[in-house]
């Protein structure tokens, strides 16, 4: 009787150790795909961050582009006003001496 419950003992330790075996494996692989899911999201917010950053950068170079454009623009229009404004006294000063020329 003893040898059948030594036995029955030891066959019930050894289930119970395999049972815990299973659980550690179970509960460390549960923990594994958890700290995988973990890393895949941290991946893709850190993805999403750099693309954001990168967004950005291109925005303010654009806007920085643009700037210099209509500085420019503005500088070019400066300049073509000037030239118009001396075409048009030359252009005034002309006319005044015809009419002094017609009317002498």
Request: glycine share 0%; aromatic share 4%.
């Given at each position: 009787?003893k ?6 003992l ?23 795909q958890q ?11 850190r993805?999403?961050e750099?693309k ?12 920085e582009y643009?700037q ?16 118009l404004?001396?075409?048009?006294l030359k ?14």
């Amino acid at each position: 009787m003893k040898i059948v419950k030594l036995d029955y003992l030891e066959t019930q330790k050894k289930a119970l150790e395999e049972l815990e075996d299973r659980l550690k494996k179970s509960s460390s692989d549960e923990l594994s795909q958890q700290l995988i899911e973990v890393s895949a999201k941290l991946s893709e917010y850190r993805l999403a961050e750099l693309k954001a950053k990168r967004d950005v950068n291109l925005l303010e170079q654009k806007e920085e582009y643009h700037q210099r454009l209509i500085r420019q623009q503005t500088e070019r229009m400066k300049t073509l006003e000037e030239e118009l404004a001396a075409w048009e006294l030359k252009h005034a000063q002309r006319v005044i001496c015809i009419w002094k020329r017609k009317s002498l």
